[in-house]
């Protein structure tokens, strides 16, 4: 089965230093792979990178077989989504117009009413129709990253009338939300790959990590350090390797997210083989 997301041999050199060195990942159809690591790890560059935003000095990166460098913009847009971390764009627009524009030009034959049926559901998903009449500016932290939220599901979901086996690529998702809606977005997120998409995820929180990934890769100094299922690399020792806790810091919750998690994952769930090799 050819992966959705396929990167081989990743490295990113600036200023003569890796930042990335020789990173290899596979995202297969209906999976979750979360992404954790230390600040300035490289997990952001390789989110970058699987953006396509980025060009690695070293490696490949492929989306549903075909080379990144292959793929026209606008193809690239239906096929996939990416919720980078800070807002680079002012959006001086409302809400619904920013998620609006987030699909404008995807997708292929949608009536109008389809593509308001489309926004209303993203930002139902993302908890944000009350503030579709807002202008974006003016919105909480959290709020905003709703709304971001709000706009790739939006545009996957019109981009799906072109493209089925879409990657969703989220740099902390979770960065400025709350309880609830860090649930609904991870919920959303799984969703997503259960319906047979994929999804690469940052995410700091390793208890989310832990219990909504089927496949972790821990980056540590640029370098895959570890990659397997969230019970394996979320070990309570590797956690404090991974991070250079002091020893005895307690970090078993996580482990305990990861395997009540596992339970409940179809067993084909997880990536073919492991880049940290
Ligand atoms: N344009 C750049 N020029 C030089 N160094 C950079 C550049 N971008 C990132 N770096 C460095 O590369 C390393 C990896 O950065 P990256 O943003 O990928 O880390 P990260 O794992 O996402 O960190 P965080 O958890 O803090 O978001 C860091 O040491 C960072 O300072």
Redesign the pocket.
């Known amino acids: 089965m050819t992966p959705i997301l396929d990167m081989n041999g990743i490295t990113v050199t600036?200023?003569g230093r890796n930042?990335i060195e020789d990173v290899s990942l596979t995202c297969m159809a209906g999976t979750l792979t979360g992404v954790v690591?230390a600040?300035?790890?490289?997990?952001?560059?390789l989110m970058a990178v699987a953006a396509g935003t980025l060009k690695p000095r070293r490696g490949s990166v492929a989306i549903d077989g075909r080379p990144l460098g292959q793929w026209r913009l606008a193809a690239l847009a239906d096929k996939r989504a990416v919720l980078i971390?800070s807002d680079a764009l002012a959006f001086p627009f409302a809400v619904h117009e920013v998620v609006q524009l987030g699909m404008d030009g995807r997708g292929r034959g949608l009536t109008e009413r389809r593509r308001l049926a489309i926004l209303e559901r993203a930002l139902s998903v993302a908890d944000a129709i009350h503030l579709a009449a807002r202008l974006y500016p003016t919105l909480s932290g959290g709020e905003r990253q709703r709304v971001r939220l709000a706009r790739i599901l939006a545009q996957l979901e019109a981009g799906r009338t072109v493209h089925d086996r879409q990657l969703l690529i989220l740099d902390e998702p979770l960065a400025g939300l709350d309880l609830k809606h860090q649930v609904a977005a991870m919920a959303a997120a799984r969703a997503f790959a259960d319906e047979g998409h994929a999804v690469l995820a940052?995410v700091?929180d390793l208890w989310a990590a832990g219990h909504y990934s089927d496949c972790v890769l821990a980056?540590q100094n640029g370098r895959a350090a570890e990659f397997g299922s969230p019970e394996t690399v979320l070990a309570p020792e590797r956690v404090r390797t991974l991070f250079d806790l002091p020893p005895g810091t307690a970090v078993e919750a996580y482990l305990t997210a990861a395997r009540d998690a596992a339970g409940r994952r179809p067993p084909q769930a997880g990536s073919e083989r492991n880049p940290a090799d």
């Open positions: 600036i200023g930042l690591g600040n300035g790890a490289g997990k952001s560059t971390q940052v700091h980056l």
